[in-house]
């Protein structure tokens, strides 16, 4: 399966420009009561749960999601027959769908049980590292909610996707290069220790050969001036941060 067809971007595709209008009742809001952030999130799975969205928007986003909303974003992905990873457009009604399973056998990692949630384990693998990175806490007892994107102390600015992992590495012998706009603060040393943990807790997770690409891998981090702006500005311009 080519899975870079299937996360190219289109006219019917999610960008940022499409969550801003989300965004913009709370842009100046540094926290959110539980109300808000209950509504936020509800409007932010209704948008993603169908198609697919860009790498950036995904980045952007893990600021508002949590490990559990995150979940609650792929079942209704999988509900709608789309492969559970957000940046994937793959739809299948006979592969992808929930399956009812009793609460025993739903807490054994079966052989391969991903394949109707998601369209490969290459997202599946995505997926998971994704949900790692997210915070456990409840969007409403978050701070600095209104950061400008890629703001150096802003959440997304420690998210890593493997998509670009997938993107730039084409075969076993290849050193792929990781782009970001984070700070030092993200290290190969905690992509791997992500994977380590991925591998523990789920045998089938097959993390080695990331393993190893993850050990000659370079993070390359943007210098100077970042291309971001005001969160709820152009996200294509350049600006410094504006504090409210």
């Known amino acids: 399966m080519d899975i870079n067809k299937n996360t190219q971007p289109d006219s019917e595709t999610t960008t940022i420009q499409d969550i801003l209008s989300i965004l913009q009742p709370y842009q100046f809001k540094s926290t959110l009561i539980p109300k808000e952030a209950s509504q936020l999130t509800y409007k932010l799975i209704e948008k993603l749960m169908i198609y697919n969205c860009d790498k950036f928007t995904l980045r952007i986003i893990s600021r508002y999601l949590s490990k559990q909303t995150?979940?609650?974003?792929?079942?209704?992905?999988?509900?709608?027959h789309y492969c559970g990873y957000p940046t994937c457009k793959y739809q299948n009604s006979n592969r992808i769908k929930e399956v009812q399973l009793n609460s025993l056998v739903s807490k054994l990692k079966l052989p391969r049980s991903y394949n109707t949630k998601f369209c490969c384990k290459a997202h599946y693998q995505c997926s998971e590292f994704y949900k790692k990175q997210l915070s456990y806490?409840?969007?409403?007892?978050?701070?600095?909610?209104?950061?400008?994107?890629?703001?150096?102390?802003?959440?997304?600015?420690?998210?890593?996707?493997?998509?670009?992992?997938?993107?730039?590495?084409?075969?076993?012998?290849?050193?792929?290069?990781?782009?970001?706009?984070?700070?030092?603060?993200?290290?190969?040393?905690?992509?791997?220790?992500?994977?380590?943990?991925?591998?523990?807790?789920?045998?089938?997770?097959?993390?080695?050969?990331?393993?190893?690409?993850?050990?000659?891998?370079n993070i390359i981090e943007n210098q100077g001036l970042q291309k971001s702006s005001n969160v709820y500005g152009d996200p294509n311009g350049y600006s410094y941060p504006i504090s409210h």
């Open 137 to 217: 806490d409840a969007l409403f007892a978050r701070s600095n909610l209104n950061l400008p994107f890629d703001h150096e102390d802003a959440f997304e600015t420690c998210v890593i996707l493997l998509d670009d992992y997938f993107d730039t590495s084409t075969n076993s012998d290849e050193r792929a290069d990781v782009s970001t706009t984070t700070t030092t603060k993200c290290r190969v040393d905690d992509v791997l220790s992500l994977l380590h943990e991925m591998r523990l807790e789920d045998p089938q997770m097959e993390t080695d050969e990331l393993i190893n690409h993850f050990q000659t891998v």
């Open 70 to 80: 995150y979940e609650d974003l792929v079942t209704e992905r999988v509900i709608n």
